[in-house]
């Protein structure tokens, strides 16, 4: 079993998620008390959103690429991002080390691909949704991507920073969030990406008709399957 390391804390939330989801695919794989070989490295949020703020991405990046190098150090032989938006940096931090880089936007679009969705919704963060690096990996993959509109775009970012990243759940955001979703669907989404990696923790298929992609949970899935060689 090859180890895992996992570049956390954007936000811890998600990051507990990655970890319950990756040693729950161990285990259904191997069976009895298997669990998966994983290093995590849990930076501070804080942090990296005020870089985020202040568009200061290279920056981020370097901070972000000395963390992954950490953990190759420690031994990782697999890296994964744990968060969508930061992977506006993923270059950077592939430039740093020397071990293969999982990237979620690859594992999403594979995932789409294998259900025969070739025109999806995006929700997540202002920066995944409006910025090119998410959109045209996805689209250099053969996915066609469309995103909300803009005043729905600020509700899905509010909703994110000011409550899932906080730990907070509320029903009014699950249906503003699904409401947002059907007008997707309306314009012919034929499935939506969950592109943040709180937005799973909120929005669950049971909410909705409309195929979901919880990124977190393609991720994890990927990464057990490169770990344990299938």
Excluded at 39 to 47: G, T
Excluded at 192 to 215: N, Y
Aim: aromatic share 4%; with cysteine.
């Amino acid at each position: 079993m090859k180890t895992i390391g996992l570049l956390g804390g954007m936000s811890w939330e998600s990051t507990q998620s990655y970890y319950a989801l990756i040693n729950q695919g161990v285990k259904e794989a191997l069976g009895g008390l298997h669990s998966a070989r994983m290093l995590i490295c849990s930076v501070d949020f804080a942090e990296i959103a005020e870089l985020q703020l202040r568009n200061e991405w290279d920056q981020a990046g370097e901070l972000l690429a000395a963390e992954a190098l950490r953990l190759q150090q420690a031994g990782a032989e697999l890296l994964l991002i744990g968060t969508n938006t930061m992977h506006k940096v993923a270059p950077a931090i592939e430039a740093a080390i020397s071990i293969p880089l999982l990237h979620v936007a690859d594992a999403t679009a594979a995932a789409l691909k294998a259900e025969g969705v070739q025109r999806a919704g995006l929700l997540g963060t202002a920066f995944t949704m409006e910025q090119a690096f998410y959109r045209e990996r996805l689209a250099a993959n053969g996915i066609e991507v469309i995103t909300p509109e803009p005043a729905e775009r600020a509700d899905i970012h509010r909703i994110i920073f000011e409550e899932l990243c906080l730990g907070e759940l509320r029903d009014s955001s699950r249906q503003r969030l699904v409401q947002i979703i059907d007008a997707l669907a309306a314009q012919g989404a034929a499935g939506i990406i969950l592109g943040c990696t709180e937005i799973g923790l909120l929005v669950q298929q049971q909410d909705t008709p409309i195929r979901l992609f919880d990124t977190t949970r393609i991720h994890a899935q990927a990464a057990v399957a490169i770990a344990l060689g299938r």
